[in-house]
């Protein structure tokens, strides 16, 4: 096999001192890091890796849905390296390098019920207006002391001087500065890793934190973070630490949002959500008509689970509306005061539990929806939407409620195909199965009695 065309300096770290293995990796629908590991030698001679498609719709158990996606019907995928992607692994003993991989179908295309390919194809939908979309996520997350037990709540971890957190930190450095250490590993991993982080602060949670990414193009900012994810975790384990993405891991508590600050911009960089005199352009509006119009039917792609719907609490800055207005944070579809240039959309309802290639792909995407059909938005709100709605009125606040408006829709399928919205809504079931068969502590404790 010809040798992999390498960046000069990529491939001389490869080299000397030797990296022994990449790692070939790529998300499952759940967000989980997948893929095998190939000896760098191999991978230098162009060595190629195949894998089941299927394992792109493994469940958060493990499971497949059903026969359709499995068995005969399961075909192999080529991992095909993004080498852009090619990084070394900052938490590997001995020397290991990570890369970032498509799912390739025998036939040369991207595997359909890929996530990565989900997003690439709203990309191209962008790409053909000859627009380019531009996002910020920022993410919530927790950190946990550890626990064998998954019954028992998370508990806040020890701190210096053997005190636990109780509240009332929202955005003081004092926690920050307790758990410096792992802080600093883990700021050093992100930049190995080429993640472009921007302001970390303590969040309304007892040991909730958000840190920010700086704005990019969309796949780029999806892969970092999804590398984020992965190396939270592993510093977070390295220093006796849990980190949690759970919309909701606690009750009474805040819980854990991804939002997306989203624009878009023509060929030469131009921000086509302001005119030239810095007013609003249409384009701004039918963006915003796409999202209220379609992100009730693609909630299954950015809040993936049963306990990603606890998160909407009334009053808890998780609005589960589709209103729209400037500097509000009662509503879901918040416009930040900024410059013409920096004119944007945050859409405040993915949790951090989310996919973010598939968030990603589910909120651009209804975007570009409205794009493409001139969607006219509702009439900005201002004031406290929290006081005249109920969580309900405007979007599922269950999984099953999502997995029925989804399946009523045709955005799912004019944005990503017959085969992933197919795979999609049977890997959601299965999950919402399983969750269905666990009985509660809930259950437990106030059920044991009755008559």
Known sequence: MSERVLPDEAAAWLRSPPVRDVEMIFPDMTGVPRGK???????????????????????????????????????????EPDLSTLRP????????????????????GYSPIAPRSALRRVLEGYARLGLQPVVAPELEFYLFRPSANPD?????????????????????????????????????????????????????????????????????????TFLFKYVLKETALRHGLTAVCMAKPLAGAPGSSMHLHQSVVDANGQNVFSDADGTPTALFHHYIGGLQTHLGALMP????????YRRFTKGLA??????????NRS??????????????????????????????????????????????PSEPVQGNVFREESPCDMLPCSMEAALEAMQGSHAPTRLFGEAFTAALLALRELELGCFREEITPWERRYLRNTA
């Open 37 to 79: 590991t190939l000896p760098a030698a191999a991978f230098l001679a162009g060595q190629r890796l195949a894998i089941a498609r299927a394992v792109a719709i493994q469940s958060y158990t493990g499971d497949f849905p059903d026969y359709r996606f499995y068995g005969e019907h399961d075909p192999d995928v080529t991992l």
């Open 331 to 376: 509503v879901g579809l918040r416009i930040p005061v900024a410059p013409p240039a920096a004119r944007r959309v945050e859409n405040r309802l993915p949790g951090c539990d989310a996919n973010p290639y598939l968030a990603l792909a589910a909120s651009l995407g209804a975007g570009l929806l409205g794009i493409q059909d001139q969607t006219a």
């Open 318 to 327: 998780a609005p589960v509306n589709l209103s729209w207005g400037v500097d």
């Open 152 to 224: 028992a709540p998370f508990q806040p971890p020890e701190l210096r001087g053997g005190r636990v957190e109780t509240g009332q930190e929202a955005f003081a450095l004092g926690a920050l500065n307790e758990l410096e250490d792992f802080f600093d590993d883990l700021y050093r991993a992100c930049e190995v890793l080429g993640i472009g982080t921007d302001t970390y602060v303590h969040e309304m949670g007892v040991s909730q934190f958000e840190i920010n990414l700086k704005h990019g193009e969309a796949l780029a900012l999806a892969d970092q």
């Open 89 to 108: 692994v900052p938490w590997a003993k001995t020397p290991r390098a990570l890369v970032l991989c498509d799912c390739v179908d025998h036939d040369g």
């Open 301 to 308: 792609l950015f809040c993936p689970n049963p306990n990603s």
